[in-house]
T-cell receptor, first 115, second 116 residues
Framework: DGGITQSPKYLFRKEGQNVTLSCEQNLNHDAMYWYRQDPGQGLRLIYYSQIVNDFQKGDIAEGYSVSREKKESFPLTVTSAQKNPTAFYLC??????????????FGPGTRLTVL | AQSVAQPEDQVNVAEGNPLTVKCTYSVSGNPYLFWYVQYPNRGLQFLLKYITGDNLVKGSYGFEAEFNKSQTSFHLKKPSALVSDSALYFCAVRDRRMAYGQNFVFGPGTRLSVLP
């Protein structure tokens, strides 16, 4: 799992609550990503950020929000607007040189369950 | 548009036998290709990647992958499987012409089970 940490490992949320998932990296990477993983569906991109104070929507951004105030941190908030938030959430980071070094490295994940 | 296919949801192999996990891709330009492994309730671990040059790429834990441009494939292989190799394997592609961001596309994953 390299130099990327995610917390908490397990998170339980009641209906109507917002929750925030933490992602921190010490790899000095410029780019950070959030993915959602559902059983049998692989990874789907929620948001990504190429640089501090900038981020872009991925394929399934509805019901989620992010911030990128520091290079090493990219928290994800799952809002009450996300109708089916139960999933495994993965954070990743990479360099952004646009070349062969742009390999994504992943954190250990957070499993979110809605009660 | 880029896409990755992993035609087998599940691969079963006996311990000690060779294993192959298949991956085919589609990109407009030339690809960078990646393999990741995921153990239960863990993040993805990087195994290997193809950049250019030798079509046979060697990676972690004895895995290797062969890039075949004419067949647009990047199959993962290991000469002798271990029970500990049982996991979920993901192939990913990036079009090297594209800038960073949404250009990493992952396949759906293949579950490998190595039977003792």
């Amino acid at each position: 799992d390299g130099g990327i940490t995610q917390s908490p490992k397990y998170l339980f949320r009641k209906e109507g609550q917002n929750v925030t998932l933490s992602c921190e990296q010490n790899l000095n990477h410029d780019a950070m990503y959030w993915y959602r993983q559902d059983p049998g569906q692989g990874l789907r991109l929620i948001y990504y950020s190429q640089i501090v104070n900038d981020f872009q929507k991925g394929d399934i951004a509805e019901g989620y929000s992010v911030s990128r105030e520091k290079k090493e941190s990219f928290p994800l908030t799952v809002t009450s607007a996300q109708k089916n938030p139960t999933a495994f959430y993965l954070c990743a980071s990479s360099t952004v040189a646009g070349g062969p070094t742009d390999t994504q490295y992943f954190g250990p994940g957070t499993r979110l369950t809605v009660l | 548009a880029q896409s990755v296919a992993q035609p087998e949801d599940q691969v079963n192999v006996a311990e000690g036998n060779p294993l192959t996990v298949k991956c085919t891709y589609s990109v407009s330009g030339n690809p960078y290709l990646f393999w990741y492994v995921q153990y239960p309730n863990r993040g993805l671990q990087f195994l290997l990647k193809y950049i250019t040059g030798d079509n046979l790429v060697k990676g972690s834990y004895g895995f290797e992958a062969e890039f075949n441009k004419s067949q647009t494939s990047f199959h993962l292989k290991k000469p002798s499987a271990l029970v500990s190799d049982s996991a979920l394997y993901f192939c990913a592609v990036r079009d090297r012409r594209m800038a960073y961001g949404q250009n990493f596309v992952f396949g759906p994953g293949t579950r490998l089970s190595v039977l003792p």
